[in-house]
């Protein structure tokens, strides 16, 4: 029995030899990528920003977005600044470029995407696989957010959407969070 269990220690040792003498695998190279948006929402979308509310969204407003991505994890930051006081404005990554139509940047980049569509979902209407950004103004009507994804993106959203209400979780309303209020073109 001595002599077996040695053996089988032997064993473990001799496996344990091996894996140390073999080569480590190469390290993957960690992609970095960066979005981002730095804008001043307007009518006419010049800069490609956008605003569709120029009550909710005046001008004079500056918003910036930066996302940084690699090797794993995106992490996602908003400033906004100039908007109305003590508000909250609902954001999110949305898939597609915004237009002249609020309806122009489509729907929520989904890491997962629902195949359900318009996503009310909330098994894939939130924030572990959309970006959200909502963002409460002070009374300067500044205010910062960020959001923290453990994935890098399947494809590069393309825009930042500010919306009228926080965003809803609730089934049949995940993820929705009232008009468009304006958009940034990422790059
Ligand atoms: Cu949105």
Redesign the pocket.
């Known amino acids: 029995m001595r002599f077996m269990l040695r053996s089988v220690l032997a064993g473990a040792g001799a496996t344990a030899a091996v894996l140390a003498l073999s080569p480590a695998p190469a390290a993957a190279v960690p992609r970095l990528s960066v979005l981002h948006a730095v804008g001043a929402p307007n009518a006419a979308g010049a800069g490609g920003a956008y605003s569709y509310d120029a009550a909710r969204v005046p001008s004079g407003a500056h918003v910036a977005v930066w996302s940084v991505s690699g090797p794993k994890r995106t992490r996602t930051l908003l400033f906004v600044q100039g908007l109305k006081p003590g508000q909250t404005y ?3 990554l ?1 898939a597609n470029a915004c237009g002249a139509s609020p309806a122009a940047a489509g729907p ?1 980049y989904q890491q997962v995407p629902d195949p359900v569509q318009p996503s009310t979902d909330p098994a894939f209407a939130n924030p572990e696989n959309e970006v959200w950004l909502d963002v409460h103004t002070d009374a300067a009507g500044n205010g910062i957010s960020r959001s923290f994804n453990k994935w890098v993106f399947r494809t590069p959203p393309r825009s930042l ?1 500010l ?1 009228a209400e926080h965003t809803h979780t609730e089934p049949g309303k995940a ?1 929705t ?1 009232g008009a ?1 209020l304006a958009c940034l073109n990422l790059s």
């Open positions: 609902g954001a999110h949305h929520h959407v919306h993820g969070a468009r």
